[in-house]
């Protein structure tokens, strides 16, 4: 419990990416989730500049657990699993000696523009980390709980027969209720990511992390003002 609380007060603050393409979707909803690289580059550079150390959400618990100083990291988190965040977003980070994590939909794996099992192999090779982000991309919320149990462990055991243990999870459009917070508590997950505060339920704060969404549309003052309230 001690070592809980210490891991939520000292939490990072923690990002949220989707796509990153230098190819400017045509469509509405592609460009709301799409940053170009040069945009990404950029805002590394901008941490590296405050001496903030972009990381994945395991080096944070890892680095909590070890009781070392985590005031100058902030999480890095990447969602859906696009094939342009192993093409695109991984050399970036890595000219960057910065860590993500990348919650993945097991069920797209493969799939048109999606990373293949083995990129996503790579991606935890080059020092990233792998977290679930459920089977069929469908909002927790709107599901019985036994299909919510289908989506969470289904996702996680398909990430750990390709070798992956995830500890992480991230809902798809951010929903969850009570029910998906006593899954949780049975699967080995140490912390779960909404998207932004107005999903939570004040229930089990670590399941219900909210995260900062950088889009296409988020200027370097924007970004910048993240990180204000950090010293
Ligand atoms: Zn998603």
Redesign the pocket.
């Given at each position: 419990m001690q070592l809980l609380l210490a891991l939520l007060l000292n939490l990072p603050a923690v990002l949220m990416y989707h796509q990153v393409d230098s190819h400017t979707p045509p469509d509405k909803i592609g460009r709301a989730l799409t940053i170009s690289p040069a945009q990404l580059s950029d805002e590394l550079d901008y941490l590296e500049s405050r001496h903030l150390r972009g990381v994945s959400v395991d080096d944070y618990l890892q680095a909590n657990a070890a009781h070392h100083d985590t005031g100058d990291m902030v999480i890095l988190t990447f969602?859906?699993g696009y094939a342009d965040q192993y093409t695109d977003a991984l050399p970036i980070l890595l000219a960057h000696h910065a860590h993500a994590t990348f919650f993945i939909?097991t069920g797209n794996v493969g799939r048109r523009n999606h990373l293949t099992w083995n990129q996503i192999i790579r991606l935890q090779h080059d020092g990233m980390s792998i977290g679930g982000?459920s089977v069929q991309?469908v909002d927790l919320a709107s599901l019985s709980p036994a299909r919510q149990q289908f989506q969470i462990d289904g996702c996680l055991t398909a990430l750990r027969d390709h070798g992956i243990d995830a500890d992480t999870y991230?809902y798809?459009?951010g929903t969850f209720n009570r029910a998906t917070e006593a899954i949780l508590t049975k699967e080995p997950v140490a912390l779960a990511f909404t998207t932004d505060p107005s999903h939570r339920l004040g229930m089990r704060p670590q399941f219900e992390i909210a995260r900062l969404r950088v889009k296409d549309v988020t200027t370097m003052a924007a970004f910048q003002r993240f990180f204000t309230k950090l010293k």
């Open positions: 969602d859906d939909t982000h991309h991230a798809p459009g």
